[in-house]
Structure formats: C-alpha cells, structure tokens
C-alpha cells in the first residue's frame, strides 16, 4: 500500500522500490519526478543512484549539458559507471555515446530542449531500459516551439511510463503516483493525509479541481487510514537546509 511519504529520503526509497516494480514488470522506458522546484538534481540522484548498483559499469548517466557531466564526475569520482552529457550535436556524435556494453541508460533533469537529441539516442538504445530522473520534458516556458515541434515532443513523452511522481498541490493537497498503484490525491484534513481519490491516468487541473470541490473519496474501496502529518513541513525544512 503507497502512503504519503514524511521525507525526501522516505519519498526517494518508495520511487527506488516503484522502478524496481515497473522494470521488472517489463517496462523500459520509465520516468520518476518529484516536483519541487527547490531540489538539487545530483543530491537527488545520489540517493536513487542504489537501484543501480548491481550494474557497474554497465549504467550509462547522461546529463543535460556538459557542465553538469562535468560537476557529477567531480562529485562521483570513484564511481564505476559512465557519465555523459546529451549534448546538441550531430546524429554521428551523438552515435558514440552509446555502445553495445551499455544495459541501463538514467538521464538526469533532461528539458524539453533536449528532446531531439534524446529521441535519437532512445533509438539507438532500442529496448534497453532508461530511465528519467526529474524529467522537465513539458516546460510550457519554452518560447518558440512550433506546432510540428510540440507534437513530436507529446509523441515521445506518450512512450514514457510515469512510475513514479509525487507533488505538492497546495500546503494540503498532494498528488502521488507509486507504481503499480494508481494516480492517488491526498488531503490533509484535521492534521492527518487521507487518499481521497485513485485514478487510472494522471489528473488535469480541472479534474483535481472537481475532486476537491466535491470533498469525497473517488475511489471504489474504502478510504485509506489516515497517515501521520507534516509531510510537507519536513521537505520546507530539508529546502531550508539547503539554501544556507
């Protein structure tokens, strides 16, 4: 039974456990997102990073750009596996970066930016797993995209299998996705976060809308027992410690 996490690390340990779930399930390609501005990529990835370990070598990490190639090589000096920028090159360069000794592909905070350069490599890995930590594949900031372009974007984003996401609505309201469940929408009332909806898709704005206007579970089984608070006190604390 997924409940609302009281932590990152709590947050972080579920999403390892839902990826696990999904690739052994025979999905390859998954994503996994914790939508909160404030998050660091590497401090996140490093505590997803054991889902991986018994890879090695044979896990390949690409970053958006070479500077943050460059910094999580510095912060992951003794690491065995490869790590990578996605790079805006040509399809040749691009070629190199993936080899036949590659099993397992993590793209680290890919931006809808880069979706034609990680189209392209997710042809060349084929049917090897990947997986996309903080994916922001649908920035509606991007200024300029065309009509042709946004829907290829939404094609290749239909083939990715959101395993994992889990988002603060509002200081009492939070969405959460933890594979295999469903889409669930939690609320907290008198101190404590009750599932008050399960769905089979992700919700719309007006569908969350509809559900917390109602005020009533959606779901077909009893509501869940409640879970201890301050779940979201303790991420704007972890924030906090972050910033100084």
Same mark, same amino acid.
């Given at each position: 039974?997924?409940?609302?996490?009281?932590?990152?690390?709590?947050?972080?340990?579920?999403? %390892? =456990?839902?990826?696990?779930?999904?690739?052994?399930? *025979? &999905? $390859?390609?998954? +994503?996994?997102?914790?939508? #909160?501005?404030?998050?660091?990529?590497?401090?996140?990835?490093?505590?997803?990073?054991?889902?991986?370990?018994?890879?090695?070598?044979?896990?390949?990490?690409?970053?958006?750009?070479?500077?943050?190639?460059?910094?999580?090589?510095?912060?992951?000096?003794?690491?065995?596996?490869?790590?990578?920028?996605?790079?805006?090159?040509?399809?040749?360069?691009?070629?190199?970066?993936?080899?036949?000794?590659?099993?397992?592909?993590?793209?680290?905070?890919?931006?809808?930016?880069?979706?034609?350069?990680?189209?392209?490599?997710?042809?060349?890995?084929?049917?090897?797993?990947?997986?996309?930590?903080?994916? %922001? =594949?649908?920035?509606?900031?991007?200024?300029?995209? *065309? &009509? $042709?372009?946004? +829907?290829?974007?939404?094609? #290749?984003?239909?083939?990715?299998?959101?395993?994992?996401?889990?988002?603060?609505?509002?200081?009492?309201?939070?969405?959460?996705?933890?594979?295999?469940?469903?889409?669930?929408?939690?609320?907290?009332?008198?101190?404590?976060?009750?599932?008050?909806?399960?769905?089979?898709?992700?919700?719309?704005?007006?569908?969350?809308?509809?559900?917390?206007?109602?005020?009533?579970?959606?779901?077909?089984?009893?509501?869940?027992?409640?879970?201890?608070?301050?779940?979201?006190?303790?991420?704007?604390?972890?924030?906090?410690?972050?910033?100084?």
């Amino acid at each position: 039974m997924s409940e609302i996490p009281n932590s990152l690390e709590e947050a972080i340990a579920q999403s %390892r =456990l839902a990826t696990q779930a999904a690739l052994a399930d *025979g &999905y $390859t390609r998954l +994503q996994v997102e914790f939508v #909160f501005p404030e998050l660091k990529p590497l401090l996140v990835a490093e505590d997803f990073l054991p889902l991986f370990a018994e890879y090695e070598s044979r896990l390949k990490i690409f970053f958006a750009d070479a500077g943050g190639a460059a910094l999580a090589r510095r912060d992951w000096a003794d690491a065995a596996f490869k790590i990578l920028d996605i790079g805006t090159g040509r399809a040749a360069s691009l070629q190199s970066k993936i080899q036949p000794e590659d099993e397992i592909f993590l793209f680290i905070n890919p931006t809808s930016i880069e979706v034609p350069q990680i189209e392209k490599l997710c042809e060349m890995i084929g049917d090897r797993p990947l997986v996309m930590l903080n994916p %922001r =594949l649908e920035d509606a900031g991007v200024v300029g995209i *065309g &009509y $042709t372009a946004r +829907q290829t974007r939404q094609r #290749f984003i239909s083939t990715i299998e959101s395993c994992y996401y889990l988002r603060p609505v509002d200081d009492q309201t939070a969405i959460l996705r933890c594979y295999p469940r469903q889409w669930e929408i939690w609320v907290e009332t008198n101190g404590n976060y009750q599932k008050i909806a399960e769905l089979p898709k992700k919700p719309s704005g007006d569908e969350l809308d509809l559900i917390l206007s109602k005020g009533q579970t959606q779901t077909t089984t009893d509501a869940t027992p409640p879970k201890k608070p301050n779940m979201f006190k303790s991420l704007q604390r972890f924030f906090k410690a972050l910033s100084n």
